[in-house]
T-cell receptor, first 114, second 114 residues
């Protein structure tokens, strides 16, 4: 069965520091993987997606994620945090390739200190 | 802009009342979903619909029902609301033709059951 684990419910970084949000997945089929961001009082916005093409995926707002099959990981990174990056981030895996429903992790809340 | 809209954005109701949350989209997507979000639990799938005549239960469908009135409209009903249905509810859509599996979310409805 497919599942997603996000390590760390809260992550705090200083402005300008590296952002690293961890996601590990379990999937019995080649996974489709996603990162979403949720700003306060808003819905989820798609940041980026991995659909079996390039293993390094670039998304919006300077974020990127690398698919590592050997580690079953899809960690989200940004070289330099901005105050506007403060939000909750969700990793998700599709349960049936491109046509399956999504299973979401429990989320990681990112705080950015000035 | 093509979008996913939800009404109402906020709702307070009493235990035992029947309420309906509505979702409409102008994206032209064929698939629609209802999720609930509770703090620390991520998103849980309530119901999903792959087209107007195809409606399926998700992982937490008890106490909920849905209606797909048209390709663009998908409503969620709480037949007899109870306090533990207090949550943030999201509608989402996806397009089966794109083969990416990505879902696009509305802004959410915050429901409080007293």
């Amino acid at each position: 069965a497919q599942s997603v684990t996000q390590l760390g419910s809260h992550v705090s970084v200083s402005e300008g520091a590296l952002v690293l949000l961890r996601c590990n997945y379990s999937s019995s089929v080649p996974p489709y993987l996603f990162w979403y961001v949720q700003y306060p009082n808003q819905g989820l916005q798609l940041l980026l997606k991995y659909t079996s093409a390039a293993t390094l995926v670039k998304g919006i707002n300077g974020f990127e994620a690398e698919f590592k099959k050997s580690e079953t990981s899809f960690h989200l990174t940004k070289p330099s945090a901005h105050m506007s990056d403060a939000a909750e981030y969700f990793c998700a895996v599709s349960v049936g390739g491109s046509q399956g429903n999504l299973i979401f992790g429990k989320g990681t809340k990112l705080s950015v200190k000035p | 802009d093509a979008d996913v809209t939800q009404t109402p954005r906020n709702r307070i109701t009493k235990t035992g009342k029947r309420i309906m949350l509505e979702c409409s989209q102008t994206k032209g997507h064929d698939r629609m979903y209802w999720y609930r979000q509770d703090p620390g639990l991520g998103l849980q799938l309530i119901y999903y619909s792959f087209d107007v005549k195809d409606i399926n239960k998700g992982e937490i469908s008890d106490g909920y029902s849905v209606s797909r009135q048209a390709q663009a409209k998908f409503s969620l009903s709480l037949e007899s609301a109870i306090p533990n249905q207090t949550a943030l509810y999201f509608c989402a859509t996806s397009d089966s033709r794109t083969y990416s599996g990505a879902q696009y979310f509305g802004p959410g409805t915050r429901l409080l059951v007293l």
